[in-house]
């Protein structure tokens, strides 16, 4: 990750403590949280207060990030996140207001009526602008939904995400083949979708889910045996077409903690090694050929990807940092990575190539996954930066708020290096151009 939770030498604010509900207005949709809970006792909350409330007047969250559930409230806000919905822009639209203790220790209402410039830049700031105490939440209305999956081709893609869209379906994603040997590499994959149905559909309890189990061997094999693991994914997914799940917790997913320990003495490469993520977007109708021209990179480049979804995302006018800039496609990429010079440089050289490719079609990346992304290409990508760290400054002159994320770029764009990049956060490089 690029760093923008900690900072070295700094002081860790931890705020897992400020963890309860502080108001739940029934009528409204609204609820007000400390930040510092997490999206699953946010949930357990919502269902356990409203089991006796028929399912028509019950309220649930509209989305949360996708990947791990065990993140803040705060911390979601602070990078703007996403998750699968399909016609849904990213979780600053689910928030009403916030309040904000600032770098002069302020306690700050932030709202669309209120301080909203604040309101802008907390939201999607990576924590620089303060620590963030409550939040009050926009809920909806909870709904039944039913799993409706098939396996597609990335050229039908665009035109099956809108034939969703019209037929009502809320939530929805591809995950495509990572075997790069195979024909179906970023190129064949599984279409999963999910409709409201009627409220008096029956829930099944025991509906087909993977186990830990399941999910460690899944895995080992998508650095073991990629084709293997497409086959039992998409076997698995196909096994659940049309099981019915609530609109809320169907959003919650396992994570396993530390895996890649595990993973690295199963496979025996004698190396250390992770998955970096980055996050990259597209036109809609250009994902087919970006998907064409990045499969062809990664094959020429010998670049082991272990992991990819596509999602999509309507555009943000509301964050000023917004990285939602039109409603795009999203293509997720875990690239795996071993933990040395060489193996930090090969994944950073994908991930520019990555990030040029999307800029030559009028795309973008997401900023905080990692720092391997060119001055150019972030001032391409983000025009709106360089006043970013100014607005930073301004609002919190002594700089209280830091992270090595911040510290990195605030020395990038004190050079005219418009090549410059860092392969480590903690340490600023500059590229010198050829």
């Not at 999963?192 to 099944?204: F, G, K």
């Not at 970006?290 to 094959?299: G, N, Q, S, T």
Request: charged letters at 25%; one cysteine or more; proline letters at 3%.
């Amino acid at each position: 990750m690029g760093c923008q939770q900690f900072g070295t030498d700094t002081i860790l604010i931890d705020t897992t403590q400020l963890n309860k509900v502080l108001d739940f207005d029934k009528e409204k949709g609204l609820i007000e949280v400390e930040a510092g809970i997490q999206w699953p006792k946010l949930i357990d909350y919502l269902v356990e207060t409203q089991k006796d409330v028929p399912w028509p007047q019950q309220w649930g969250i509209a989305q949360k990030q996708t990947g791990a559930d065990r993140l803040s409230i705060g911390g979601t806000l602070a990078c703007n996140a996403h998750g699968r919905g399909l016609k849904m822009q990213p979780i600053i639209a689910d928030v009403d207001s916030f309040t904000l203790i600032d770098a002069q220790a302020n306690f700050l209402k932030c709202s669309r009526q209120e301080n909203r410039e604040l309101f802008g830049l907390v939201i999607g700031g990576y924590g620089l602008f303060g620590v963030i105490y409550s939040v009050i939440l926009r809920l909806t209305p909870r709904q039944k939904v039913e799993r409706v999956v098939e396996i597609i081709t990335a050229d039908k893609l665009p035109e099956a995400f809108e034939q969703r869209i019209q037929a009502g379906f809320l939530y929805g994603d591809f995950q495509f083949s990572t075997d790069e040997k195979s024909d179906d590499f970023l190129y064949r994959g599984v279409f999963s979708c999910y409709r409201p149905v009627d409220l008096n559909t029956e829930m099944i309890e025991d509906q087909k889910e993977l186990s830990e189990e399941h999910w460690n061997n899944l895995y080992y094999l998508s650095h073991a045996d990629k084709a293997e693991a497409f086959r039992q994914y998409t076997t698995y997914y196909l096994s659940t077409s049309s099981q019915i799940y609530a609109s809320d917790t169907h959003q919650l997913s396992i994570y396993l903690d530390d895996y890649h320990h595990e993973l690295d003495h199963r496979l025996g490469l004698g190396e250390q090694a992770s998955e970096i993520i980055t996050e990259i977007y597209v036109p809609r109708p250009e994902l087919p050929d970006f998907l064409a021209e990045a499969r062809e990179d990664f094959r020429v480049n010998k670049v082991n990807m272990v992991y990819g979804t596509i999602r999509l995302i309507v555009q943000d006018t509301e964050c000023f940092l917004t990285w939602a800039k039109k409603s795009w496609a999203c293509i997720i990429f875990n690239i795996n990575t071993v933990h040395t010079p060489k193996g930090l440089e090969h994944s950073a050289n994908a991930f520019r190539r990555l990030i040029d490719l999307a800029i030559k079609r009028g795309g973008s990346y997401y900023l905080t996954y990692h720092t391997y992304a060119s001055r150019l290409q972030i001032e391409t990508c983000y025009p709106q930066f360089a006043e970013f760290l100014r607005l930073k400054q301004l609002y919190d002159p002594p700089e209280r708020f830091q992270s090595n994320w911040y510290r990195f770029y605030r020395n990038m764009f004190g050079t005219h290096d418009a090549n410059a990049y860092s392969m480590d956060p903690l340490v600023w490089k500059v590229k010198t151009s050829k």
